[in-house]
């Protein structure tokens, strides 16, 4: 089973004049290993500018926590372990994000365009 999106809330921010960025708060569920990054289009944007961690509510994991960042050119999502090692002090090492969902999600907001 594949990976599902289900945006659970959407709005828009910014000025009539100025940039204009789409927010949308997602549910992810199904099944899958080894997830080191998304895609921009799985959230049904061209671009990500900003992305919040990955939280869990599923039984079991409830107050699990995943960073993550955009990519350079905004067209992907980074995953990374908030309990993962660090390399050479920085940021947590490329987690493998795994879902194997009977019950819950997992929940990211995402802003871009």
């Not at 594949?2 to 204009?20: H, I, M, N, P």
């Not at 927010?23 to 899958?32: H, L, P």
């Not at 993962?84 to 969902?101: R, Y």
């Amino acid at each position: 089973m594949a990976l599902a999106f289900t945006v659970q809330d959407s709005w828009t921010e910014g000025g009539t004049a100025g940039k204009r960025r789409i927010v949308k708060r997602v549910r992810i569920t199904g099944s899958g290993t080894g997830f080191t990054s998304f895609t921009a289009v799985q959230f049904g944007l061209r671009k990500v500018e900003e992305s919040s961690h990955i939280l869990s509510d599923q039984s079991g994991e409830t107050g699990q926590i995943y960073l993550t960042t955009p990519s350079a050119d905004g067209s992907l999502v980074y995953i990374n372990d908030a309990s993962s090692p660090t390399v050479d002090g920085g940021l947590p090492v490329a987690a493998a994000f795994t879902v194997n969902l009977s019950t819950g999600g997992w929940y990211i907001t995402v802003k871009g365009y």
